[in-house]
């Protein structure tokens, strides 16, 4: 049970909320979407109007982080309350097992356990299956999401650059046809199957666009990807339309949902991840290629959503989250004509999607967690702007805190409660946070450090007056830097987490 003292506290801040006033929630999660890649933080080659009108609706964080600089432990941290680097979680390929443990504590079992009804549809890429026992991608794919908390999913599996190239719902892979079984590994299976060109071998093969780097095994849709495919032809997604199947798929649970119980939908977004392939009626929509053009695609999705709940006459009590994995890539794979590469940084065609901000995905710097957080619900948030410091890990701790649940010990050790700055009832947020790349950085208030390693020094930032990172300060206050890195490094190897060290 909590403590008399702490439920003062809940009822004196007053961010809980009774049974009669649960919200829906939908978190609309963008994939490689960075800080400047909308409208109202400053795009201007690429319009996004259904995104700027919900920022409008919203309290925007300009300090709003994902918690690592790629998309798998960013996702992974959010949905568990774990740093991905505690369990060395990185950049899945196919065919990785599940990365979350079934047993731990999730984001959707947070609201299944308030009487929510719950979904996921879009990227997932935390794994499938179990270590050690081969998905067996003819019959049922699990564990997976449905043992996490979700009632509901519709998955591209790992991402749109990677193999498989189908959909799975729930436990079973979309259309697959028997006749031609679908395998995914190093080695075409001795069965006869759809065999795909090979685009290391043959790279005619790759008719949509060609690959730069990596991305060349097999050619699926005209497109190389990362693994080989055989079998599943029955199965196979369009690329072109990946984005209105998931939002057709969305509005439809959403419309036949339980109407005597709120919901969570965690809605995934591909878009704006390599390859971008949007939909030929968003052809030259922006200023900046297939890219761009993804972008207005996502926006469009955005609106639609949108759309839906004011259809179902939940909009008003529903909180709304926009925000993204991590910061923008421009060539990532494909020679899709995206990045103009400058003397400081890459650009794509004079769009920044990072901002002001240095560094995008893959890299430590704000570019590469510091990415678009909005938060709507007009029943409780008043619209505006918020430079409080957050962070998507602590959406555990958060949504807990609202449904009075306890968080049992050892589970979601990295989550804290920010619940008050997210409503906009607190403008400081968090004291400090863990920001994770290729390395590990802290940041307290507008200080920022980044731990060195045999290759670099470490580096003290001071955000308020270098907000681009350009110029490393730790000389000029040895005992500034040596405290954050001590405290990191105590972040680092508590295995309590941080909630052991609050």
């Given at each position: 049970m909590k403590t008399s003292a702490f439920l003062l506290f809940a009822a004196t801040i007053?961010?809980?909320?009774?049974?009669?006033?649960?919200?829906?929630?939908?978190?609309?999660?963008?994939?490689?979407?960075?800080?400047?890649?909308?409208?109202?933080?400053?795009?201007?080659?690429?319009?996004?109007?259904?995104?700027?009108?919900?920022?409008?609706?919203?309290?925007?964080?300009?300090?709003?982080?994902?918690?690592?600089?790629?998309?798998?432990?960013?996702?992974?941290?959010?949905?568990?309350?774990?740093?991905?680097?505690?369990?060395?979680?990185?950049?899945?390929?196919?065919?990785?097992?599940?990365?979350?443990?079934?047993d731990s504590l999730t984001l959707p079992d947070i609201f299944k356990k308030a009487g929510y009804q719950t979904a996921v549809v879009g990227?997932?890429?935390?794994?499938?299956?179990?270590?050690?026992?081969?998905?067996?991608?003819?019959?049922?794919?699990?564990?997976?999401?449905?043992?996490?908390?979700?009632?509901?999913?519709?998955?591209?599996?790992?991402?749109?650059?990677?193999?498989?190239?189908?959909?799975?719902?729930?436990?079973?892979?979309?259309?697959?046809?028997p006749a031609d079984p679908l395998f995914v590994g190093k080695k075409k299976p001795d069965i006869e199957c759809t065999e795909y060109p090979d685009g290391t071998k043959d790279r005619s093969a790759m008719t949509y666009y060609k690959s730069s780097h990596g991305h060349n095994n097999s050619v699926i849709n005209g497109i190389g990807r990362i693994g080989w495919q055989w079998g599943g032809k029955a199965a196979l997604w369009d690329d072109e339309t990946m984005t209105d199947t998931f939002v057709e798929r969305s509005k439809e649970w959403i419309e036949k949902r339980d109407k005597s119980k709120p919901f969570f939908l965690y809605y995934a977004a591909q878009d704006i991840h390599v390859p971008r392939a949007p939909h030929p009626?968003?052809?030259?929509?922006?200023?900046?290629?297939?890219?761009?053009?993804?972008?207005?695609?996502?926006?469009?999705?955005?609106?639609e959503l949108m759309k839906v709940l004011e259809e179902q006459g939940v909009a008003d009590n529903t909180i709304v989250i926009f925000s993204s994995d991590n910061g923008p890539v421009y060539d990532d794979g494909y020679q899709d004509g995206t990045v103009v590469r400058t003397s400081t940084k890459e650009v794509d065609q004079g769009h920044d999607g990072s901002g002001p901000y240095r560094g995008g995905k893959y890299q430590i710097y704000e570019g590469g967690t510091r990415v678009p957080f909005l938060v709507r619900w007009p029943a409780r948030i008043k619209?505006?702007?918020?430079?409080?410091?957050?962070?998507?890990?602590?959406?555990?701790g958060s949504f807990a805190a609202m449904f009075d649940q306890e968080i049992p010990a050892g589970q979601a050790i990295d989550t804290r409660d920010t619940l008050a700055a997210l409503l906009g009832e607190d403008d400081k947020g968090l004291p400090y946070m863990v920001e994770e790349a290729r390395g590990i950085a802290l940041r307290e208030g507008p200080w920022k450090f980044i731990l060195g390693n045999n290759k670099n020094k470490d580096q003290l930032y001071h955000l308020d007056d270098d907000i681009g990172e350009a110029n490393n300060i730790a000389g000029k206050h040895p005992d500034r830097a040596e405290a954050m890195r001590a405290k990191l490094v105590s972040i680092r190897d508590a295995k309590g987490g941080i909630r052991s060290l609050d």
């Open positions: 007053a961010t809980a909320v009774s049974a009669a006033e649960k919200p829906n929630v939908v978190l609309i999660y963008g994939d490689d979407v960075g800080w400047g890649d909308i409208g109202v933080q400053g795009s201007v080659k690429n319009p996004t109007p259904h995104i700027d009108k919900l920022a409008g609706e919203s309290l925007r964080f300009t300090d709003g982080h994902c918690s690592a600089a790629t998309c798998t432990p960013s996702r992974f941290s959010m949905l568990s309350g774990v740093h991905g680097f505690r369990k060395n979680v990185r950049v899945l390929p196919p065919n990785a097992p599940l990365t979350i443990d079934p990227k997932w890429h935390l794994g499938l299956g179990t270590k050690g026992v081969p998905v067996d991608w003819n019959g049922e794919v699990k564990p997976g999401p449905l043992e996490l908390g979700f009632d509901y999913s519709f998955l591209l599996p790992s991402t749109n650059d990677r193999v498989p190239c189908v959909y799975l719902v729930d436990h079973k892979v979309l259309n697959l046809d009626r968003f052809h030259g929509k922006s200023e900046t290629g297939y890219r761009g053009d993804a972008m207005v695609q996502f926006d469009w999705a955005v609106g619209p505006g702007v918020s430079e409080a410091l957050v962070s998507q890990i602590d959406f555990i």
